[in-house]
T-cell receptor, first 113, second 113 residues
């Protein structure tokens, strides 16, 4: 069974540029999570989807971050414009349903110069 | 607000020695508790979890953890370290099973030959 797929694995951009990350969850998983992991810290939840509905986006900086999960499968997380402080690893996870074990993708490592 | 502390950002043990990684949470309400492992350039993988029942939980790769309510702790142990155990370990809590996780800052385990 394929795991959670994320792309790109690495991204280097200049500040003020836009960037997008893509996540393909495990087939059949209804719940999808986006986390941000700063260097030396644990992951912090940005947004959680139940199917195509964003049910918890309280930690998402809405002035520059946006996310979508069209058709309740793949998801895209966007930053526009990126700031130096956005440099981090962005992790996607999925679970069969809310409360089940979360399976994580390898992450996208973003460096903003 | 719920929080998780992991004593020691970096722990080094010799191969074959006992591994002890500490995790404490802040709450008077028993949480659900998790340990995740993250290998370099990979996503997080669930090692074990405690929800209810037996307080000693066994996980993958020979790891186990014991929930001690009186100490608000959920320390991770392994009797004999292997080189392949070198990784970052994260403790996480949620206060209703499936509620969004709060991750600890992580402990990097090094295993010396």
């Amino acid at each position: 069974e394929a795991g959670v797929v994320q792309s790109p694995r690495y991204k280097i951009i200049e500040k003020k540029q836009p960037v997008a990350f893509w996540c393909n969850p495990i087939s059949g998983h209804n719940t999808l999570y986006w986390y941000r992991q700063n260097l030396g810290q644990g992951p912090e939840l940005l947004i959680r989807y139940e199917n195509e509905e964003a049910v918890d986006d309280s930690q998402l900086p809405k002035d520059r971050f946006s996310a979508e999960r069209l058709k309740g499968v793949d998801s895209t997380l966007k930053i526009q414009p990126a700031e130096l402080g956005d440099s981090a690893v962005y992790l996607c996870a999925s679970s069969a349903s809310f409360g089940e074990t979360q399976y994580f993708g390898p992450g996208t490592r973003l460096l903003v110069l | 607000a719920q929080s998780v502390t992991q004593l020691g950002s970096h722990v080094s043990v010799s191969e074959g020695a006992l591994v002890l990684l500490r995790c404490n949470y802040s709450s008077s309400v028993p949480p659900y508790l998790f340990w995740y492992v993250q290998y370099p350039n990979q996503g997080l993988q669930l090692l074990l979890k405690y929800t209810t029942g037996a307080t000693l939980v066994k996980g993958i790769n020979g790891f186990e953890a014991e929930f001690k309510k009186s100490e608000t702790s959920f320390h991770l142990t392994k009797p004999s370290a292997h080189m392949s155990d070198a990784a970052e370990y994260f403790c996480a809590v949620s206060y209703n099973y499936g509620q969004n996780f709060v991750f600890g800052p992580g402990t990097r385990l090094s295993v010396l030959p």
